[in-house]
């Protein structure tokens, strides 16, 4: 079992109500490597700057995420990300981007990530999605996210991407975008009839929802009375749920997919309770199965009908 | 076994990207009563005026619902309601709206509306739902809904009233504005501080989040391909809801509120399959149970947890 993920290796400075930091380490292949960590093998791939330090990849190593295809280019800079959350932290404003290395970002893959068993293309050029999803032949399990941005400006090529994966993990609204369906249901079958047999809608602090040919399942999302940054929750979100199935021996039907929205929206919720990857760079396996078991209780309830009144 | 609802009747005039349709039978305890109805006896009060007909009262007493509290104002109108949804069926635009003899209205409950077991006070003066609770001082559960207006407008009022329920089952916005806590968890804690033993937030397509003072619970709204009207989705998720409860014989503990969530969350959504009162005056309580048991599997996942990686 081995899962590659490629994407952002970033700087962020975050505001919220509740503090605020600069220059943590974040972007999305980060967040997703340290949620994936805790289940499996995890190799990301993407390109940092000479302001990366020897402190940021400790806090990789740290997890045990293996950090060989990560690129250092020389003379540029690392991605750079500046935003602030009002006291609705459903609502996010950007205010600085630096692309930098990110930019010209051509992903070389080792022949390790090549193999990988499951393959996360976080949120990139689409033409770039394609190509490493091509060096990847052998992965069993192949996930896509995007964004707006593409959506509008290179549309074509992220529907052929999305054609040549087994699942999308995105925000629902850019579901709505992508097919131009309102109605999230017919949104996810249209993006299910182009290939994918999965289809994740991340709703925010509403949860998420799954969508395969036959079967709806959602989650809520895990309630919490103190949430500080809600930066790298879907990209959480996304490491918790591939990892999980990474290192998921059996089939990848129905349950294990379900027990894999379990886990994403756990490893979600740590993100968000400390900025950064603060909460989840020194969380443990016991700390995740505990909430695990909690979410579960949280989502039972009694099939016997009762009695007609 | 009796539920009583005290709050508007009305005709709506609705259009959506899907139909539309003049002076349907609505309001709020239409709505309620008419899900409710599939469970147990139900009684709701309000005014109506010279426009109500003889076909309206049949569509209620069709399923059942006693409709002797509903009182007839000589020389005066219903309440009308017109309004459009967007392509995009959470936003919606109210055009015109007509108070007639609702703006009047002082609820006059007969002896056998006072002795309810249950007592839903939908969305009316929260002066008003102060009085008709003061009324029914044998309900075993009383439940209140209410709006922005009140919570402007009349907020002393207001808290005063959830002061006096058992159950508060309004949208998440609205426990915000309540509380001024952004954060959905603190808000309903703070609700229950002062005194209702449980908060249901709705969340209109996300579905509705149960809290109790040790625990949570969450269902997604069930999902449709075709959503035609969602006019009194939220009424008719109380009326399913209180009214499963209703008919529950045993104690009303966090398993039978669960419960009572399901079926809250199938009334719903038969409501809004089509335009007003349309799908639910024809529906059946197989219909019901067959969606509960099929919103009882889509919510399921297996506790197990995986192999540590």
Not at 10 to 22: K, M, Q
Not at 51 to 57: L, Q, W
Not at 261 to 286: D, I, K, P, Q
Request: aromatic fraction near 10%; include cysteine; charge should be negative.
């Amino acid at each position: 079992m081995s899962l590659t993920v490629v994407g952002s290796i970033a700087f962020d400075s975050v505001r919220t109500p509740f503090g605020e930091r600069e220059r943590m380490l974040g972007g999305t292949a980060v967040h997703f490597s340290l949620a994936a960590s805790f289940f499996t093998e995890v190799r990301p791939v993407g390109p940092v700057g000479d302001d990366f330090t020897a402190a940021e990849f400790e806090t990789l190593e740290g997890r045990g995420v293996i950090v060989d295809d990560i690129e250092r280019v020389k003379g540029g800079n690392s991605f750079f990300w500046r935003g602030r959350y009002e006291y609705d932290l459903n609502i996010a404003h950007t205010e600085d981007t630096q692309l930098g290395v990110f930019g010209d970002f051509d992903p070389k893959l080792s022949q390790e990530s090549k193999a990988a068993d499951v393959l996360f293309l976080a949120n990139i050029q689409p033409d770039l999605q394609r190509r490493v999803r091509s060096q990847c032949g052998d992965a069993r399990f192949c996930a896509l996210d995007s964004m707006n941005l593409w959506i509008d400006t290179a549309k074509d090529s992220l529907l052929a991407a999305i054609a040549e994966v087994d699942c999308v993990i995105v925000n629902d609204a850019e579901i709505r975008q992508l097919t131009g369906e309102s109605n999230l249901a017919r949104a996810a079958r249209a993006v299910m009839e182009s290939g994918p047999r999965a289809v994740v809608a991340k709703q925010g602090e509403y949860g998420a929802a799954l969508f395969t040919p036959d079967s709806f399942f959602a989650l809520p999302g895990f309630p919490l009375e103190d949430v500080r940054d809600p930066t790298g929750a879907g990209d959480s979100f996304a490491g918790g749920f591939l990892g999980y199935l990474d290192s998921h021996d059996g089939e990848l039907d129905e349950a294990s997919l379900r027990r894999a929205m379990g886990y994403g929206t756990v490893l979600a919720s740590f993100n968000v309770e400390e900025f950064g990857t603060e909460r989840v760079a020194r969380l443990s396996r016991e700390e995740i199965d505990e909430r695990f078991a909690t979410l579960h209780a949280m989502t039972q309830f009694e099939a016997l009908p009762a009695t007609a009144g």
